[in-house]
Structures are given as C-alpha cells and as structure tokens.
C-alpha cells in the first residue's frame, strides 16, 4: 500500500531572501561591499607571496609587499566608509523595517497559499 503525503513547507525569511538574490541578484552596495572582502582576499594571498619572495633575496618584492599592503588597507578603508554609509543610510530611511515588514508579509502570503 502506498501512501502519497503532500507536506506543506513553511518558507523561513532567510529562504525568501536567499530565493530574491537568486533571481534578482546581490543588491549593489551589498554586491561592492563584497567585492572589496574578495580584494582584500586577494591582497593578502599576493603580500604573501611578495614576502616570500622578499625573503629569499628579491628586494623589489620587498617594495612591492609594502604597496600591496598600502592598497590592502586603503581597499578596507573603502570598505568601511560603505558599509557605515549604507548602515546609517538604511536606519535614516527605516530600510531595515520596511525590508522586515516585506519580508514578513511575503512570507505570510507565501506560507498560506501552500
């Protein structure tokens, strides 16, 4: 005998977001925010590699640690300054309510037409 159950699935407000930037992409300063975490990345891997060339004798990599370091913290000085920006912007503008009222009432219509 088979039995066939259809369950409903409640939809969390993490899955509801997760599902928007699957379809609608990153939201721009969100997307750039993590752009420069990437760089910063990035930066650390190449002083890394500018130390270990450094240590084994090539002085111009020594030099070229330092830039890399330079543009390392100029890069999360960038990322700082946008992160305060779009915080300060989003609780001015009460874009955190306004995105958990939407988020909530998505949810609701989502989870009672299942």
Request: proline share 2%.
């Amino acid at each position: 005998m088979s039995i066939t159950a259809t369950a409903k699935k409640t939809i969390t407000r993490e899955e509801h977001i997760l599902g928007r930037i699957a379809i609608e992409g990153i939201p721009d300063p969100w997307q750039n925010f993590g752009e420069k975490l990437s760089l910063d990345g990035a930066l650390s891997t190449y002083i890394v590699r500018k130390i270990k060339e450094a240590r084994k004798g090539n002085h111009e990599a020594y030099n070229e640690a330092l830039t890399l370091f330079k543009d390392k913290i100029d890069n999360l000085k960038a990322a700082q300054v946008l992160l305060l920006t779009v915080l300060e912007e989003y609780d001015n503008k009460r874009f955190w309510q306004t995105l958990d009222n939407r988020s909530s009432s998505k949810l609701h219509y989502l989870n009672s037409n299942q």
